[in-house]
């Protein structure tokens, strides 16, 4: 069973272009979290999605950063204008049901650099 | 909204000693606490768990305790290994459908 997938493992941006950031969660999980982390700190929740729909989207900032996750394929992180202090891991978990007493499983991550 | 703070950042230990690192959280009904190992360069894994309903728990070398009242929890490694080496994070069901983490503790052991 293979684990929550995410692609590409590193990206390289200019300030001003875009990023896409993808995510397969595990088989069977319909539930995608997306988390940054900043260098020597913890992760930070953003987003919350389930298929087609976003559920709690309080942690991810207003403006440039958008998530999906639709029906078919990968969920996407989005982030328009990259500035330099997007320079973070960004990590997605999965989990069998929708709860925050549920184990998330996450996967390797995505290392964005902004030049 | 729910807080998680976590002692030490940093710790260092010999081979074969313990490990200890306690956090405390500000919602009490939180209910849920996990626990996760990060390696360098890799997602965070899941190392054990527990639930508000139980005071402790064991897995093999590693255990963890909930103060429900206190509202703190702590993860205790016994007979480090240099492969314990690693980030871990506490972290605690923050409402609805959201995980909240602590900051890290990074923890070296030394052979």
């Known amino acids: 069973n293979a684990g929550v997938m995410q692609n590409p493992r590193h990206l390289v941006r200019r300030r001003g272009q875009e990023a896409r950031l993808r995510c397969s969660p595990m088989?069977?999980?319909?539930?995608v979290y997306w988390y940054r982390q900043l260098p020597e700190e913890g992760l930070k929740f953003m987003v919350y999605?389930?298929?087609?729909?976003?559920?709690?989207e309080s942690g991810m900032p207003k403006e440039r950063f958008s998530a999906e996750f639709p029906k078919e394929g990968p969920s996407i992180l989005r982030i328009q204008q990259v500035v330099r202090g997007d320079s973070a891991a960004y990590f997605c978990?999965?989990?069998?049901?929708?709860?925050?007493?549920?184990?998330?499983?996450f996967g390797p991550g995505t290392r964005l650099l902004v030049l | 909204g729910e807080n998680v703070e976590q002692h030490p950042s940093t710790l260092s230990v010999q081979e074969g000693d313990s490990a200890v690192i306690k956090c405390t959280y500000s919602d009490s009904a939180s209910n849920y606490f996990p626990w996760y190992k990060q390696e360098l360069g890799k997602g965070p894994q899941l190392i054990i768990d527990?639930?508000?309903?139980?005071g402790e728990k064991k897995d093999q070398r590693i255990a963890v305790t909930l103060n429900k009242t206190a509202k703190h929890f702590s993860l205790h490694i016994t007979e480090t290994q240099p492969e314990d080496s690693a980030v871990y994070f506490c972290?605690?069901?923050?409402?609805?459908?959201?995980?909240?983490f602590g900051a890290g503790t990074r923890l070296f052991v030394k052979a």
């Open positions: 088989k069977g999980h319909s539930h």
């Open positions: 999605l389930q298929k087609e729909n976003i559920i709690d």
């Open positions: 972290a605690a069901d923050g409402g609805g459908f959201k995980t909240i």
């Open positions: 978990a999965s989990s069998p049901r929708a709860s925050g007493q549920e184990t998330q499983y």
């Open positions: 527990i639930r508000s309903n139980v």
